[in-house]
T-cell receptor
Framework: DTGVSQNPRHKITKRGQNVTFRCDPI?????LYWYRQTLGQGPEFLTY????????KSRLLSDRFSAERPKGSFSTLEIQRTEQGDSAMYLC?????????????FGPGTRLLVL | QKEVEQNSGPLSVPEGAIASLNCTYS??????FFWYRQYSGKSPELIMS????GDKEDGRFTAQLNKASQYVSLLIRDSQPSDSATYLC???????????FGTGTRLTIIP
């Protein structure tokens, strides 16, 4: 257990529905990342935050996806009008900005299945 | 074009032997490299990080980095059945926050 928590751990939804995932970082980690992993592939970067500021978004993050980190603590990732291609594991990772530590620590992930 | 390449395996190694996992990368700007282990259905777990050319050892694990050849490797000595997992290689650029992952190598340790 890295100390990064994600909820829910599993989500099954019907195509067209909206879903929201939450990530709670390690308390002193001010950088927070979202990745998506499909079967047989490595995680792919989606977006990241420095405190509450969203500093980079991947081209993978279509306009149906939105991420927030309103108070620089927990973050949410929302997918609107879900499609079957959105089925994947959504991973949150965090790291501190001080001390030269570059390692990103992953939460347990949220597995999404869109029917 | 993928930026980080790994042999997807599966790689089968007898228990007690050395497992050798390899990774190449195309972006010469990549500065930092990480090996993560991922058990089926679980999230990635950090095994090793390496930032400088040469070897870095931690217990049964040794990471090797050769920036001139754009090559990273992970050696696992005295392989155990519990080492059976998918091993993900990842790199990041200086000042670029995102990790770029390979597709992972599936390792099976045969008792």
């Amino acid at each position: 257990d890295t100390g990064v928590s994600q909820n829910p751990r599993h989500k099954i939804t019907k195509r067209g529905q909206n879903v929201t995932f939450r990530c709670d970082p390690i308390s002193e980690h001010n950088r927070l990342y979202w990745y998506r992993q499909t079967l047989g592939q490595g995680p792919e970067f989606l977006t990241y935050f420095q405190n509450e500021a969203q500093l980079e978004k991947s081209r993978l993050l279509s306009d149906r996806f939105s991420a927030e980190r309103p108070k620089g603590s927990f973050s949410t990732l929302e997918i609107q009008r879900t499609e079957q291609g959105d089925s994947a594991m959504y991973l949150c990772a965090t790291r501190p900005t001080s001390g030269g530590e570059e390692t990103q620590y992953f939460g347990p992930g949220t597995r999404l299945l869109v029917l | 074009q993928k930026e980080v390449e790994q042999n997807s395996g599966p790689l089968s190694v007898p228990e007690g032997a050395i497992a050798s996992l390899n990774c190449t990368y195309s972006d010469r700007g990549s500065q930092s490299f990480f090996w993560y282990r991922q058990y089926s259905g679980k999230s990635p777990e950090l095994i090793m990080s390496i930032y400088s050319n040469g070897d870095k050892e931690d217990g049964r694990f040794t990471a090797q980095l050769n920036k001139a050849s754009q090559y990273v490797s992970l050696l696992i000595r005295d392989s155990q059945p519990s080492d059976s997992a998918t091993y993900l290689c990842a790199g990041s650029d200086f000042g670029n926050e995102k990790l770029t992952f390979g597709t992972g190598t599936r390792l099976t340790i045969i008792p």
